[in-house]
């Protein structure tokens, strides 16, 4: 197996195709990792959330990571990315990034997959209480591993 | 979809089944997550890396978050554990805990892909800088989804 640096590009380009990632937030010495379903745009991912720890963590401490990685024919890709949370409140001043979050995270038909979903049943109606936010993306590095033949 | 919330046994079959793992860990209010390649036994997740970030991180903080999850006929399931690092240093004590991490990692022809190589080919001889470590599982949780129908 031969692992390379991948470049900030490529980093960026894996980061933009991809729709899940891991998010990880802390809360004092004790870090927290979830899968969560996002979609990029201009340098933030965009996603949504019930209130929960995640929520409550990232409130208190916008610091996170994201990770980000894809099976290759001839192995993987990995790209963690350091970042911010930035909330996308419904009030004025919001309406535009969170018609953005929204327009982005639709265009998939199965955008409320995985970690959104509290384990109740759910509908995301107009008064539902899902928070959008948005990671602004940092820092990137990655690796691509393939077999060595 | 419907999600519902696993059992305690669910989760750790669940942790059991899987090689794959997101590995969060944080230094200060930065949290950091990672791919990583493991083997659970007797409440503990055995693995190793490289010398690095993760490494350096959870040495100073031992509180970890691992994340694992799988696609599913209908839908996926995912389990978050909170845990604590524990190296297994080459030295006269641990010899057993070691052996028993080399010996469930090598059941696997892959163990070696995701997360444990710096981008520099290597090669895991006998004086290589590899770390075992494990990591306690002291508290899980999981949510299960599955289509509506």
């Known amino acids: 197996m031969i692992i390379t640096r991948m470049s900030h590009n490529e980093c960026i380009d894996l980061i933009s195709k991809a729709r899940i990632a891991r998010l ?39 610091r996170v990571c994201l990770q980000v990685d894809e099976a290759t024919d001839s192995g993987w890709r990995s790209v963690v990315a350091t970042g911010r949370f930035e909330e996308l409140p419904d009030r004025i001043g919001h309406k535009r990034e969170r018609d953005r979050a929204w327009q982005l995270l639709s265009q998939h038909a199965n955008w409320w997959e995985p970690g959104a979903l509290r384990p109740e049943p759910q509908t ?15 820092e990137v590095s990655g690796r691509a591993a ?4």
Chains 1, 2 share one sequence.
């Open 24 to 62: 990880a937030c802390s809360s004092g010495d004790q870090p927290y990792v979830v899968p969560v379903y996002y979609s990029y745009a201009d340098g933030h991912a965009y996603s949504f959330t019930m209130p929960g720890q995640k929520l409550n963590w990232m409130r208190r401490n916008p």
């Open 124 to 138: 995301l109606a107009d008064h539902s209480p899902h928070v959008f936010y948005r990671l602004l993306i940092e």
């Open 146 to 149: 393939r077999k060595d033949t």
